[in-house]
C-alpha cells in the first residue's frame, strides 16, 4: 500500500540550531513530494517540492529538503531555526495524476 | 479574490442537523478539494473536482457526505444528519490541474457537532 510515514509526532530544536523534519514514503513509480506549513490558526501552505532533477530542492523561509530515492525520503532540513518557524509541517506525496497522499504531520517547535 | 476562501470560519452544530460549507476558489484554478483533517491526523481526502469532469467522491466517508461545484466555481460541501464524529477541520484546496502543481488551501471551517 503506498504511504507517507512522520515518524515524529514532534521535534523540539533550540532556536540558531539546524532542524529537521523526517519524512519517508512508500509509492510506485517515481513521486513528485511536497512540504506544507500549517502556522498557528492559519491555512496550510506550500513550502517546496520534488518533481525531477536536483535531488536538493529549496523552498520558503530558507527551508530545503532532500530526496533520496534509495531510502526513500524527503526530509526537510533549515540550517538555524528560528521561533517563527514553530508550525505543523506534513508531506506528501502524489499518489495518482491529482492526489496526494498526506503524512500525519509533525509538531516543529522551536524554543528561544 | 486573491486566494481560496472558505464560510463559515467556524460552524456550531447538534447532532442530527445539516450543514453547509463553502468555498470559494482562487480564479482560474480549475481544480478543487475537500479534506478533512481531525486532531492529531493528516489531510483526509474527501472529494476532487475538475472542470467539467465527474467529481472523484471516493473520500467522501458515507452518503450523508456530499459536495457540488457550481459553474466550476464555487464549491459546497454538505453534511446531513450529522455526527459528533464528524466534528473537524474541513478544508479547501484548489491548483492548476496536475499533480505537481501546489495546492492552495483556505484557512478552513471548523465544524463542531454537539
Known amino acids: 500500500a503506498q504511504s507517507v510515514a512522520q515518524p515524529e509526532d514532534q521535534v523540539n530544536v533550540a532556536e540558531g540550531n539546524p532542524l529537521t523534519v523526517k519524512c519517508t514514503y512508500s509509492?510506485?513509480?517515481?513521486?513528485?513530494l511536497f512540504w506544507y506549513v500549517q502556522y498557528p490558526n492559519r491555512g496550510l501552505q506550500f513550502l517546496l517540492k520534488?518533481?525531477?532533477?536536483d535531488n536538493l530542492v529549496k523552498g520558503s523561509y530558507g527551508f530545503e529538503a532532500e530526496f533520496n530515492k534509495s531510502q526513500t525520503s524527503f526530509h526537510l532540513k533549515k540550517p538555524s531555526a528560528l521561533v517563527s518557524d514553530s508550525a505543523l509541517y506534513f508531506c506528501?506525496?502524489?499518489?495518482?495524476?491529482?492526489?496526494?497522499?498526506w503524512g500525519a504531520g509533525t509538531k516543529l517547535i522551536i524554543k528561544p | 479574490g486573491a486566494g481560496v476562501s472558505q464560510s463559515p470560519s467556524n460552524k456550531v452544530t447538534e447532532k442530527g442537523k445539516d450543514v453547509e460549507l463553502r468555498c470559494d476558489p482562487i480564479?482560474?484554478?480549475?481544480?478543487l478539494y475537500w479534506y478533512r483533517q481531525s486532531l492529531g491526523q493528516g489531510l483526509e481526502f474527501l472529494i476532487y473536482f475538475q472542470g467539467n469532469s465527474a467529481p472523484d467522491k471516493s473520500g467522501l466517508p458515507s452518503d450523508r457526505f456530499s459536495a457540488e461545484r457550481t459553474g466550476g466555481s464555487v464549491s459546497t460541501l454538505t453534511i446531513q444528519r450529522t455526527q459528533q464524529e464528524d466534528s473537524a477541520v474541513y478544508l479547501c484546496?484548489?491548483?492548476?490541474?496536475?499533480?505537481?502543481?501546489?495546492?492552495?488551501f483556505g484557512p478552513g471551517t471548523r465544524l463542531t457537532v454537539l
Open positions: 480564479s482560474g484554478h480549475t481544480a
Open positions: 506528501a506525496v502524489s499518489h495518482s495524476n491529482y492526489q496526494l497522499i
Open positions: 484546496a484548489t491548483t492548476l490541474a496536475a499533480s505537481y502543481n501546489e495546492q492552495f
Open positions: 509509492v510506485s513509480g517515481n513521486p513528485y
Open positions: 520534488y518533481i525531477t532533477g
